[in-house]
């Protein structure tokens, strides 16, 4: 029989552990007799992180209040915490996709506050997220930036929740080798810290590769060590989460009464937390435990409110188990009746394979409880089989009717697409002899100039106009060489992803932003997963260039921001600085200007450009992808 525990319930709000300092109910006047200030946006941060366990939505209704006063009072450290906890408390109540939706706006604002582990944490709970939709591989790259970030922050406590969440990754996987290499890492910094309330929580998933490993002395031993760990920390958030682990290896052992010792403690816990899933967790294991011990009319009661509990917070797979166990236990008490009624409730919930699985005890309780003389119900099977068979012979026809369809539908897909490709090709074709020509003319240009200037280095002149022709051959020889490596780049074959792109507009911006001492905060990791055309990605990167050069040498700004976002299949980028601006009204075109204007029109985009004088420059581009 299927059973569900969690690997770990991880909350990385901001300002959590300050619960112990903080009561609810002194939060709660602060927010209704305070000022609208920075301190009021705290409290309602700090509210909906201490809430979001037992009440995610009065957690939810917290941090929106405190986002919204956040904005109005234009303090953006406290927006990002207020987001980060409404993502945690979504989470918190099963609606993943809400919680993927905030904690994407609280990595925004994370971005815009630059505190390398607010964005840390904000990518970290993106990616536990994505792991619980079982999205694997963008779970990992967003456990990888994260731990970028948290290496900047410096931040060991950090550090140990990212590869704690990459083990449970590994983990949802069954790769329980990686998964247990990753949880001892963790717990290695976390014990380094002395955090050990986390440390409870890595010795919960450790046990968890213990279970399913069928390893139980190990598992029994690191379960142990978590509920000890959480006692001394008082941590009765998780209490019920390891109690109801231990209960179920010992079910799995066949040690009944020490299953049921457990799960009374998790349930009594789960109580005290005043925390419903909790409770429908224990209860879940008492139900298991029951029915093993052949105590049915506990097992009923205990499943029927886990059943409750689960189905009103629209946990789906929760309530298909537990109705489960509660078909099981009336089956066995001889109640067929309201064993097929939630054996059928059991069967609406899950997938079609899952569903052929309980057919046959379907079809068994069923039949207890039909009433009818044995010739109809012979007469009702052989009615049964005859339209079995005829729709059988329909779907032999529409399957054959299908496949001809596909058929048709693979040639004509085969026939755009290489029409397609034969398109692209010509594209590419015309853009080659495009930058041959600029190759010609720009490096030729150049290769000619240095040529005249080193003949003239060698004729007899003085010292000093000779040091300033030497210099101007340097000069030219290096723009030659960086003009040569972008056109050998953007021709280049295999050079067709927009990683490399990514790799080349950071590295240009590091160097020439290094060079002058600008500060440069740069987010462009959305053009890593966008497919580009050559003339696109070429475009695109001198457009960038451009816009980099001129705020470098004409802004006199001391920070540069440079970040991309994809929007109605809409690639932006946005290159701003915060120096002096311009009048674009009255500027004079001479910084390329119309030339990036024209090349965001090959493109089939636009480019806007808006300064003000001493307010700084932002240039957006908009490319269709």
Known sequence: MKRFFFIAVLLFSQQFSLAQLHNIDSLIKVVATGKEDTGKVIAYRMLAGLTTNTNPAKAIAYGKLGAALGKKIDFAKGVAGCYLNIGASYNNAGKLDSALIYVDT???????????????????????????????????????????????????????????????????????????????????????????????????????????????????????????????????????????????????????????????KSLAYARENENEIQVGQAQMALASAYIKMKKFPAAIQSGLEGYTIFKENEFTEETQVIADLLAEAYHKSGNYRDAHSYMQISRNLIDSVSRKKFDGEVVSMQTKFQVKEKDNEILLLAKDKELQQQKLRQQWLLMIAAAALALLV??????????????????????????????????????????????????????????????????????????????????????????????????????????????????????ENIKLTMEQRKNIYLIFKEAMNNAVKYSGTKTIGVSTSLQNKQLQLQVKDYGK?????????????????????????????????????????????
């Open 106 to 264: 609280a990595i925004a604002w994370s971005v815009k506050v630059g505190e390398p582990g607010r964005i840390s944490l904000a990518y970290l709970n993106r990616g536990d997220y994505k792991r619980q939709m079982g999205d694997m591989k963008d779970a990992l790259a967003d456990c990888d930036t994260s731990l970028l970030y948290a290496e900047k922050a410096n931040k060991d406590d950090t550090k140990a929740r990212v590869l704690q969440t990459i083990g449970s990754v590994y983990h949802a996987q069954d790769n329980w080798q990686q998964s247990k290499l990753y949880y001892e890492k963790a717990y290695q910094l976390y014990e380094k810290g002395g955090n050990k309330k986390m440390m409870g929580i890595v010795m919960n998933n450790l046990g968890n590769i213990y279970k399913h490993t069928r390893q139980y002395e190990m598992a029994v031993t690191s379960f142990q060590n978590a509920i000890k760990l959480g006692i001394e920390v008082n941590d009765k958030v998780n209490m019920p989460m390891y109690y109801s682990n231990m209960a179920d290896v010992y079910l799995q052992k066949g040690s009944l009464p020490d299953a049921e010792t457990n799960g009374l």
């Open 410 to 527: 693979f040639v004509g897909a085969w026939m755009i697409i290489n029409r397609n490709r034969l398109k692209q090709k010509m594209q590419e074709l015309e853009l080659r002899n495009q930058l041959a020509a600029d190759l010609h003319d720009e490096v030729g240009s150049s290769l000619s100039s240095i040529h005249m200037l080193s003949q003239m280095a060698n004729t007899n002149i003085e010292n000093s106009n000779q040091k300033n022709i030497l210099d101007k051959v340097s000069t030219n020889a290096k723009e030659t060489m960086e003009r040569m490596s972008d056109i050998v780049w953007m021709i280049k074959p295999g050079e067709t992803e927009a990683g490399s792109l990514k790799q080349r507009m950071e590295r240009f911006a590091h160097e020439i932003c290094s060079g002058k001492n600008i500060i440069l905060q740069m987010d462009i990791a959305v053009i």
């Open 581 to 625: 601006g311009f009048d674009t009204s009255q500027s004079a075109r001479g910084n390329g200007l119309d030339n990036m204007k024209n090349r965001a029109k090959e493109s089939g985009g636009t480019l806007h450009i808006h300064s003000l004088v001493d307010n700084g420059t932002e240039v957006r581009l908009t490319v269709p992808v």
